[in-house]
């Protein structure tokens, strides 16, 4: 018998109890042992809740209990999850979190404190909810050589962009229906600006290089800016528009950035819509290969956290590979990234366009006032000049 | 440093070799050793061949070799490799195989003798090629309880059905464009016949349920009855036709199959075009995950070995998890599976179908001298012998 305890029993962490109720033969046959939950953490109480027994207020009961093997950390935020994780690790406890931002600020020292205490901290629900990713990527592509991984992160915008494009509505309106059904939070700012996809690329890109990505560094942009000419566009270049979070390695370099893409049908993530989440991972004797599931959710998400949980009842007392060193990446500026752009100026701006981005494929669509058009492949240094030269109405980079 | 050996020169075996030069560093590191290749065992001389000192024609020489911990059978067949195979798991070498066939027919008794002799018997390869599948299978979806996998498993046939539906061409022409561009073999049997496919899916199947499903037992359909019509129709009702190989629990029943089915745009199978594969699992807490790329080449193949080489490098001496008794599942005949059919008949059928059928959505497309329509859902029993008192054209089953 391996006894856990879950901290935080809000969304996921009630999911996680659920999960592991629900699937105990499956899990506890995976495990090799079975799985108890002795503890769940939490400041509320919750009377009449079948597991309302194991609810306790004081961490210390957890942290001192040596019967205590493994801890699902589902409380989410810095504070005071990265204390109570840092003891719990110390103390040879392992940790599973679904939490991306303690995971993005602390990964690999917490994953050192692990090591050094033979357990393991385990973050597959961090990233994509169920869309098992970090596994395969630490355990699956071992014979490759990463470079590059290109992912739809985040379930609300790419809610939103389905919704724009399905219907020819515009960003608010799609936002405002997306909070009444619980897609999208009151406070949209982390989802719409591209921050939860950050965190997520940052955790993706330093198991990619095996040295750590800060979120801070890493360029991005959200999907406010959209609007339905631009699907209109898309659709006429059989394209359409995602919040691609992204990370690639080309001759020494690393450039990582979050930004709204046009990609074309022939793409593997043209498909991904709605909440489902996406990433497609490049190697180099594999090529392309992609994961897909729903990126988030109560049950998706726990079902990752415990499918940590099973992996680190597996390894007791031994450490699960994980390369993430906590030497910090130089990421390259993304000005000097190249590709296409596409393109919006006023109809009255034409000539000028043509004659400062030269070689031009002009994009007909039935938008009045207008003129259109992609570039040729350039750094971003020089697009954002001859924009600025021009004045454009506005430009969404180009996918290939 | 440990010693390997590959079994098999052949398009795999190489590209093993060429994987295990080209990402030294990275498969060393996560290995925590340096791997390197002792011997190669082929009946033929590779003069000029870079690694042509290791090749040896007597394995015996390789299984009587104690610095040998793991061998890469990249021989295909089930004679010699069966025989090799047992003798290296029985003296503790763990043996990390492409081969599908030997793993379909042997699959639990081998990894049942390197169980027992505390090595391992992998065979990520065996099932889409460069596809992490098996290890998320068995490592990331531990959490769930699997009632479903489907999967397009085959690249010739995926790549002839997307052709034929771009081209409106019809089969055999696309077959042998696909033979004389080496996309297909010279007997495509196995191929377009689905066996391939069957073999595949029943490797999945066992890892499922974590019994043995024989792959003799799985009803399998092939392509060669599909027509440029069949296209036409699918293009009208929105849908296209795949080659899928199914494994489903329902109620208790185990049902596997390969056959064409018509799969509707928002099916996340239906973007997977030419030479791709993917596969599909449905768990009970996580919902639809979806596992992409290439399913087959040479190095895409040889990489998800050299994967299994780096699994047993980190465990040597240990037994990773791996459920799949020896114990045959008992299928359900697919006669009491139900469905939705697709169906064409003779014009002057059309009344006779409409009430043989009674409620049916008929389907106009420009097609000459046919009624063709979809039935409600039905067992397959039922629709056979509705079927044989209509007459039909054709009939494709549909996956919703």
């Known amino acids: 018998m391996i006894q856990i305890a879950v901290m935080g029993y809000g969304t996921v962490g009630s999911g996680v109890v659920e999960v592991i109720e629900k699937n105990k033969e499956e899990i506890n046959k995976k495990s090799g042992e079975d799985i108890n939950i002795k503890y769940i953490l939490d400041l509320r109480e919750f009377p009449g809740d079948p597991y309302a027994d194991k609810v306790v207020h004081d961490v210390e009961l957890i942290l001192n209990d040596p019967e205590i093997k493994i801890i699902c950390e589902t409380m989410g935020g810095l504070k005071p999850a990265y204390d109570f994780t840092k003891r719990a690790l110390m103390s040879g406890i392992s940790v599973c979190t679904s939490n991306k931002e303690l995971v993005a600020v602390h990964g690999p020292e917490l994953i050192e404190i692990a090591h050094a205490n033979k357990c393991n901290y385990l973050f597959e629900a961090s990233v994509g909810g169920g869309i098992p990713i970090i596994r395969p990527l630490n355990y699956s592509l071992t014979a490759e050589k990463i470079d590059g991984i290109t992912g739809i992160l985040n379930g609300t915008t790419n809610y939103i962009l389905s919704k724009m494009e399905k219907e020819g509505a515009d960003f608010g309106e799609v936002l405002k229906e997306a909070q009444e059904k619980g897609y999208a939070e009151r406070n949209p700012e982390a989802d719409v600006e591209g921050y939860d996809a950050c965190r997520k690329i940052a955790i993706l890109s330093s198991l990619m290089c095996g040295k750590n990505v800060k979120y801070q560094d ?133 000539s000028q366009a043509l004659q400062v981005f030269e070689s031009v494929s002009v994009i007909e669509a039935p938008i009045e006032g207008e003129f259109a058009f992609v570039t040729d492949e350039m750094t971003e240094k020089e697009f954002n000049e001859k924009a600025e030269e021009v004045g454009i109405i506005g430009r969404i980079r180009i996918e290939e």
Chains 1, 2 share one sequence.
């Open 218 to 350: 890493i360029y991005t942009e959200g999907i406010t800016k959209i609007t339905p000419a631009d699907f209109v566009y898309a659709h006429a270049m059989g394209k359409t528009i995602k919040l691609l979070a992204q990370s690639k390695e080309k001759e020494g370099c690393f450039y990582a950035m979050v930004a709204p893409f046009m990609i074309s049908k022939s793409h593997p993530l043209y498909m991904v819509n709605d909440v489902f989440n996406a990433v497609c991972v490049h190697g180099n004797m594999l090529g392309d290969s992609m994961y897909y599931g729903r990126g988030a959710g109560k049950l998706p998400t726990a079902s990752a956290v415990v499918s940590d949980v099973v992996d680190c009842a597996r390894h007791i007392g031994k450490v699960i590979m994980c390369f993430w060193d906590s030497q910090d990446v130089a990421l390259t500026n993304i000005d000097q990234a190249s590709r296409r752009f596409f393109v919006r100026v006023a109809l009255e701006k034409e």
